[in-house]
């Protein structure tokens, strides 16, 4: 299996601090810290075997949909040496709007 380097797009990393500031708020800074890590590390191991989720070419080419336990939806593109993180949308966030 191939292993290619993560890389986040500015809206991804913008999806993770928002994500982080509304749980932070909503519970506690601790809790959110450790939901972003675990978002984070489920991304990471994307670089082996990147090509999993769901094909969405309806929506973009090369597009690929993942979810993050059953709350947050992955967009990301697989490419030769890299997997781009495109998005990371919870709580039922319009993400084909956005992306299509």
């Not at 709350?71 to 084909?96: C, H, P, Q, Y």
Request: aromatic fraction near 10%.
């Amino acid at each position: 299996m191939k292993q290619r380097h993560i890389v986040y797009s500015p809206e991804a990393r913008r999806d993770l601090l928002n994500l982080y500031d509304w749980i932070a708020d909503q519970a506690d800074p601790v809790t959110a810290l450790n939901y972003v890590e675990r978002i984070e590390a489920f991304c990471a191991d994307l670089s082996h075997g990147a090509e999993r989720g769901t094909l969405r070419e309806d929506i973009r080419p090369d597009l690929r949909v993942i979810g993050f336990e059953r709350r947050v939806s992955i967009a990301f593109m697989v490419e030769a040496d890299f997997v781009t993180i495109l998005g990371i949308f919870s709580g039922g966030k319009n993400w084909v709007d956005l992306l299509g």
